[in-house]
């Protein structure tokens, strides 16, 4: 691209014939083109005018000649070996570096050798023993007290009552809590003076209640204590003759009383 500038625009049109001629002023010769461009722009298109066409680019024979026979001559060929075929060997096993058991063949048990017999000692039979037996003590069996006056059928109520005689003592036994001993007297004295008097005497009289029943089978008296070791009875007959009753027994929840009791009726 020619650049033009405001002086070289100048002798440009005065080349031209824009200007005054001047014959001694030499003919100008072509030169390159100029790109005029106007006060801070660029000017891109080439001035108005014949311009000299550019010159066609020639070469020289010789250098073409000098090049053409390295054009034409082949590259040398670089025999290349092949490459070896590696022939693949198979993987060495290592050694192991741990040298292993050997084998050993157990038998069966049945023919085995009996290995720790002979290095234990033979061991002592356990002996059984059997255990030796507890002396518990066993009490001996508690013999069911024999009441002397009470008859083969008992003497249990009113009915099977015991006879007792006056103004005498009679012995028994209470045996077990549901025991009771039931005597009868007769009383044919029917004066107002008349009395009867029953006396019950044991060690443990705390566990006896003692009963007066008249002729009608009703309850009359009941013994009072006397002291720590009887109970006794004092009624008035009051007409009243006939059969009456002495019942003993052991009042409810009262253990049964050990020993035997003594009873005696008396009339006065």
Request: overall charge neutral.
């Amino acid at each position: 691209m020619v650049r033009w500038t405001i002086a070289s625009l100048i002798v440009a049109l005065v080349a031209v014939g824009c200007g005054p001629q001047f014959v001694d002023a030499p003919a100008p010769r072509p030169a390159e083109p100029i790109v005029v461009a106007a006060v801070g722009r660029v000017v891109t298109s080439t001035p108005v005018g014949v311009q000299p066409p550019l010159p066609t680019p020639t070469f020289n024979v010789g250098f073409g000649a000098i090049l053409t026979p390295l054009a034409q001559t082949p590259l040398p060929t670089i025999a290349i070996p092949p490459t070896p075929t590696v022939a693949l060997l198979p993987t060495r096993t290592r050694a192991p570096s741990v040298t292993p058991f050997p084998t050993i063949s157990i038998p069966p048990t049945a023919t085995r050798p009996p290995l720790l017999t002979a290095i234990l000692p033979p061991r002592r039979p356990t002996i059984a023993r059997s255990p030796i037996p507890t002396n518990t003590p066993v009490p001996p069996p508690t013999a069911t007290p024999v009441d002397p006056s009470e008859p083969a059928d008992g003497n249990n109520d009113l009915s099977t009552a015991a006879f007792a005689d006056l103004d005498t003592d009679i012995r028994g036994i209470i045996s077990s809590p549901t025991d009771v001993d039931v005597y009868r007297f007769d009383i044919v004295d029917d004066s107002d003076e008349n009395q009867i008097v029953v006396t019950l005497t044991a060690q443990q009289i705390n566990l006896y209640q003692l009963f007066l029943i008249s002729p009608g089978r009703r309850s009359a008296a009941y013994g009072t204590p006397v002291g720590s070791v009887a109970r006794h009875i004092i009624y008035p007959v009051r007409g009243e003759v006939g059969t009456w009753y002495v019942e003993i027994s052991t009042p409810p929840g009262k253990r049964v009383p050990q020993g035997t009791y003594t009873l005696r009726v008396e009339t006065r």
